[in-house]
């Protein structure tokens, strides 16, 4: 809990970075092209830099519970696996450190399956990968916006009536809530137009039951998302990687949220530390204190920045989307092993992580 405030974290990841994961080698581009950012980021507060070695390994289960929970004050963790198969071979973050989280902390770890059913020959296949889910426990699914074949981008679309559509089906009737799309950000030597949100639109309009998640949002495409903002109340908006912003380029930061906020989106737009990109606690601070610049509110229209605002798009927003009631949720979790551990107050940064590393990786690269 931070400041007395629920915290959800809506996207992270137990990322693979290793050499022996890559299924083909311009998967390191993604990982170099990655702790340059890390770096960027990071380098305003430099006890929470890692080591390109501390960065580049495989994140385990504890690793990303520990430093949420324990380093961060987070009280929800949603974990995403990643489908990107072309560069990784178990796809980047694998779905199972989700349930084996899940599996330790059933009230407080919600999971996104890793889906790609582009990869399958027939709808009755993709019916069958979303049970398979859904048995293990997921209550949300992850596509990604392409994929890399040869050299060629291939767009894998929300609205694909093949691919997507018997995925969205088959997951409403087995109880999942959530579809989410990485966009925004190119995930590797792709083309970024399929990164783009006007996919989203006629998924949105055609299956109204279901809630759908641009991940990223305000990073890229901002003023289309706010289109879809505006025009579709089953459409969240997810700030992964882009909440990170507000430590580098508050002004970048504010310029989107408050186009978001203006578009109606004040219930629909959450937080999300993109761990293990970077530490939590680097954005979250930043944020209890940020304010809408002056010129935004009075100029553009752009919303003060309240604290029940804040309280939205921490927690209560994503909770709502998963429909978990607060009180329910802090009553369920009043005396649980991670209430009893936050009492003692907050660990160091990166504590957790670097009692499970060599020492002699423990100081940033210069």
Known sequence: MLDDM???????????????????????????????????????RPELLLTEEEFGRDWLMDDVADTLFFESGIDLISHHGTPIFDFWKDGHTATHKGLEMKAKYPSRVIVYAAICPWFFDSEAEIRREVDLHADAGATGLKIYGARYVNGKTIGQRMDDEKYAYPMIEQALERGIKVIASHKAIPAG??????YGVDDFPLACASYPEMKFEIVHSGWAFVEETAFIAAAYENCWFNLEASFALITKQPRRFAEFLGQLLLSGAEDRTVYSSGFAIWHPKLALDAFLDFQMPNDLVEDYGMPQLTRAMKEKILGLNYLAMHDIDP?????????????????????EPWSNVRARIPSSSSQPVA
Not at 7 to 32: C, E, K, L, Y
Not at 189 to 194: G, N
């Open 6 to 44: 629920l915290v959800a974290d809506a996207t992270a990841h137990g990322f693979n970075w290793t050499d022996s994961n890559m299924h083909i080698p311009q998967a390191r581009s993604i990982r170099t092209s990655s702790y340059a950012l890390h770096r960027t980021i990071s380098e305003v």
């Open 189 to 194: 030597p792709v083309h970024y137009a399929p």
């Open 327 to 347: 009180a329910q949720f802090r009553q369920d979790t009043k005396d649980d092993e991670v209430s009893r551990r936050q009492a003692n107050g907050p660990d």
